[in-house]
């Protein structure tokens, strides 16, 4: 059910929140031991907090989620219940705060669900360093649904939620969405409030929202969006009714198409359906046009010594001390040493160390500095490319979703997945994943759109005009039940 | 010297692989204690991904400015008011090792 129906259902009396949440729940039951989406499935909290909804249905008449359930991806604080970013590390910690954006789901009256699961403090493209276990892909469930916000976008596709969150540094929410055929949004960095959120690259991390469709998306982004005194990076810029934004009429807009970039090893099947998709939005009126990143392709390289020197300072936190998992050691040197060697996993540890690396002494200039400078020149680019056109267009990933296993054994195999994925969040820029077509092999394969700075509304458009011309979205992929 | 002068002279003298002894070093700082097949298995993989990462080098990037945030806009400052935070009972219900009553974090011993 869309959003737009489950309000509608509960509107006119048809269906009450308790019984579109009991629905949802079954679901997970019938599903999750499949999937292995959730962390935790909070089902009488969500039952409870779905029959105040019906029991005070004046009060909740206008409000845009009230009874919709929703998936929070596990990084995301929610208090009272735990969140663990699935980590050892924070297995059983229950956080004592709300992250901002729970606090607006809460208060459009939405009904959390559960919380999903995802690779290790999001580091991650395929949902294998999750300390629980893969996500498994809904079409394909020897392969990975993404990551790292692969439970968020496998919940979505196997209509486990029908909107969750996920959270995106280097592409954790659009690739996911890609792998597993849902729409995904990651905002203007500054758009949504990151308080709460486990930090992972702090001047890249955004929260954004994961659903079936551009129409679900907009709402839950209106909701999440907006200036929070929690913290410094929201911005102030207003928030336009991205509903109201979906007219269909994307006449005259302009889309650049980073030729040279695409060379760089795309996926033949991949590369058809975001041609294929370029021509539905052409014959609704865009047009195509030559752009140039010159310096696009070496954002790869550029984000993981930017992002993972982010990461090993954010990670300090995690000493056995204030929460989280403590192992022994006779001193408080050997307890730090033993609880972060013994709490995180191998990608987290590799991160770390990696990121310590590049901030050391003698090394800070010729790694950490030489990126921050090439992230000024991907800047650049896209703001020189924003000058011709609306919206830029390439793949969200280079392949469509690859086996669980695969690729987990060379790390480096694994970043090179992010390829067209983690320039906007080097830029801060809002991209978003248009589902646009299957293999021959029935995998979900996703167009990228990025925009200007604020500019989601257009992205939304887009989405939403390309949906109305086909049916990618409507399908929903079948599980066996076992 | 200017900082790209120095960048080139480092990135000639950059190592291309890493020995368990470097990793050590940087678990160190890192404060992780690893085992030494960890180490070794870091040394190569960060020594892999290191030499990847060094395609940008060949960039020119002369007078070009860092870019450590991409925030265009900064919210207005607000006053510095004293404002509820979190319940003690709050803060160490999470805690490894709590002193409740005392209201404290307890740690291993720090000195000698």
């Not at chain 1, 604080?77 to 607006?104: H, I, K, N, Q, W």
């Not at chain 1, 997945?417 to 320039?423: A, H, I, L, P």
């Amino acid at each position: 059910m869309t959003i737009r129906e489950i309000r509608e259902a509960i509107r006119s009396g048809r269906q009450s929140a308790v019984e579109i949440c009991r629905d949802t729940l079954a679901r997970i039951d019938t599903l999750n031991p499949q999937l292995n989406a959730f962390n935790t499935v909070a089902a009488e909290r969500a039952l409870a907090r779905a029959g105040a909804i019906d029991r005070d249905r004046d009060r909740w008449r206008d409000a845009p989620l009230a009874g919709v359930p929703i998936a929070v991806k596990d990084n995301i604080c929610t208090r009272g219940l735990r969140t663990t970013a699935s980590s050892r590390m924070l297995e059983a910690f229950v956080p004592p705060f709300d992250a901002t954006v729970v606090s607006r789901l809460d208060a459009a009256g939405a009904v959390v669900v559960g919380k999903t699961n995802c690779d290790e403090f999001a580091m991650g493209s395929s949902n294998e360093t999750s300390a629980f276990g893969p996500v498994r892909n809904p079409w394909a469930l020897d392969r990975s649904p993404g990551g790292t916000s692969g439970g968020s976008a496998a919940a979505v596709a196997a209509g486990l939620a029908p909107v969750a969150l996920g959270s995106d540094t280097g592409g954790s929410v659009r690739q996911p969405s890609s792998l597993c055929g849902v729409v995904g949004l990651k905002p203007t960095y500054g758009r949504v409030s990151r308080y709460g959120l486990i930090a992972h690259g702090s001047s890249l991390d955004q929260i954004g929202p994961i659903a079936r469709g551009a129409h679900d998306a907009a709402i839950v982004l209106g909701v999440i969006a907006g200036i929070d005194a929690a913290d410094s990076t929201s911005a102030p810029e207003p928030i336009p009714d991205y509903a109201a934004a979906l007219t269909g009429d994307v006449r005259g807009t302009r889309i650049g198409v980073p030729r040279a970039l695409l060379e760089q090893g795309v996926d033949p099947e991949v590369a058809q359906a975001s041609a294929a998709a370029l021509d539905v939005l052409q014959a609704r009126g865009a047009t195509l046009v030559d752009v140039d990143l010159p310096h696009a392709r070496y954002a790869t390289p550029v984000y993981y010594l930017v992002s993972t020197a982010e990461a090993s300072s954010n990670l300090a936190r995690y000493d056995g001390v204030r929460y989280g998992f403590r192992a022994g050691g006779p001193d408080l040197r050997a307890m730090y040493g033993q609880t972060r060697g013994r709490g995180f996993g191998a990608e987290v540890k590799r991160r770390i160390m990696l990121g310590t690396y590049v901030l050391s002494a003698g090394y800070y200039d010729a790694y950490y500095l030489k990126a921050q400078q090439v992230r000024t020149l991907i800047l650049r680019d896209y703001d020189r490319a924003f000058e011709r056109v609306d919206v830029v267009a390439m793949p969200t990933s280079p392949v469509p979703a690859f086996k669980l296993g695969e690729r987990i054994a060379d790390p480096l195999q694994m970043y090179l997945v992010d390829v067209f994925t983690v320039s906007a969040n080097l830029s801060g820029l809002p991209a978003i994943n248009v589902p646009c077509g299957f293999t021959v092999g029935r995998l979900p394969i996703g167009l990228q759109l990025t925009g200007r700075r604020f500019d989601e509304a257009t992205l939304l458009r887009m989405a939403d005009a390309y949906e109305r011309d086909t049916e990618w979205s409507t399908q929903l992929p079948l599980i066996p039940s076992r | 010297m200017s900082h790209d002068a120095i960048a080139d002279m480092l990135a000639f003298d950059m190592p291309t692989a890493l020995t368990r002894d470097d990793a050590a070093r940087i678990a160190a700082l890192a404060m992780l204690e690893l085992s030494d097949d960890e180490l070794d298995l870091l040394a190569r993989q960060l020594g892999d991904i290191l030499a990847y990462a060094d395609q940008v080098q060949q960039i020119d990037t002369t007078g070009v400015p860092p870019t450590a945030s991409v925030v265009t806009r900064h919210a207005a400052d607000r006053a510095d008011e004293l404002r509820p935070c979190l319940d003690r009972e709050d803060a160490l219900a999470n805690a490894p090792d709590p002193a409740l009553d005392a209201g404290l974090f307890k740690v291993p011993r720090v000195i000698g």
